[in-house]
């Protein structure tokens, strides 16, 4: 897949164009990016993405993202975009007039475009798609509804924020996950006999608060685990930490990158009255975690 960051940078040629935000790269999104490939191969043109980096609404409501650009080029390849237009959305992004946008599209040369019905573009949201049927031919994919509701990015982050990953899963088509570094932590975990690897994850990415059963996928192998996404209120602890128990693990991951599958929420976090409490509840947790995943 080709990565540019300037429409002036697509290769020259006709093309079908998808625009959107497309966080969390979920059903919806795959559906109409489905639809725009299956027309790209009959038309023998290569699909383009026009996406942003960040999301729209993240830059500009301060909403915390689904996909983060490495989690979303991946899902982009495995999807079969052939090119993928990422634009970075700044306050000069933000600015430009529907005219200007209009004018990145004949510049690709598209000749299609697909396009969500609650896409619009341009400063003040000023773009529609009759400013898009000026440029070509432009098909509107209804919202993709499941269990009696639309598959929007802003439902995901609602059941995320409530820890509810189960419900989350058939709206993606996949676990939802995080990726981040590996770094060190104040080796607690080692005390209580868990071991812990300890995410640093890119700022602004929505995780679910609580305990989880997880997959976790390293570069020395995937192992199922148990998390915790808290403030870990036992030891009086004051910023948001995100730590993994690895199920069968014996090694160094420190400064390794490691992409964590969340399964099955098993409760919120508490306050324990003694670190002999806190370890008992982790070896219940971690318990849960493995009875869970050897159903898998």
């Given amino acids: 897949m080709l990565l540019i960051n300037d429409p002036a940078d697509a290769p020259p040629g006709p093309k079908v164009v998808a625009i959107g935000s497309f966080d969390g790269l979920h059903l919806g999104h795959q559906h ?3 639809q725009a490939l299956r027309e790209a191969k009959a038309l023998h043109m290569p699909l383009l993405v026009y996406t942003f980096d960040p999301p729209s609404k993240v830059f500009m409501k301060g909403e915390g993202f689904l996909t983060d650009l490495t989690e979303k080029t991946e899902l982009l390849r495995e999807l079969g975009v052939e090119i993928a237009l990422i634009v970075p959305f700044n306050e000069t992004f933000a ?3 529907k005219e200007d946008f209009l004018q990145d599209l004949r510049g690709l040369e598209a000749k299609e475009i697909y396009v969500g019905e609650d896409f619009r573009f341009g400063k003040g949201r000023a773009g529609g798609l009759e400013d898009l049927q000026s440029v070509a031919p432009t098909k509107i994919l209804p919202l993709l509804e499941l269990f009696e509701s639309p598959v929007k990015s802003s439902r995901i982050r609602d059941l995320l924020r409530e820890g509810k990953v189960e419900e989350v ?3 993606l088509g996949r676990p939802y996950a995080a990726r981040g570094i590996v770094v060190e932590g104040d080796k607690r975990g080692r005390t209580l ?3 812990t690897a ?8 929505v995780l679910p608060l609580g305990v989880f059963a997880v997959r976790a996928r390293t570069a020395q192998g995937t192992y199922g685990g148990v998390a915790n996404i808290g403030h870990r209120p036992t030891v009086d602890g004051h910023t948001l930490r995100f730590e993994v128990h690895l199920f069968d ?4 991951l420190y400064g390794e990158d490691m992409k964590v599958e969340f399964l099955k929420k098993i409760r919120d976090e508490k306050k324990f009255s003694t670190l002999e409490e806190l370890k008992a509840q ?3 947790d971690a318990e849960e975690a493995r009875r869970y995943l050897s159903q898998l």
């Fill in 32 to 34: 109409l990016l489905r």
């Fill in 95 to 97: 600015q430009r007039s």
């Fill in 169 to 171: 899963q058939p709206l």
């Fill in 193 to 195: 006999g868990y071991p």
């Fill in 198 to 205: 300890n995410l640093e994850v890119a700022p602004g990415k």
């Fill in 249 to 252: 693990f014996r090694g160094d």
């Fill in 282 to 284: 982790i070896e219940r």
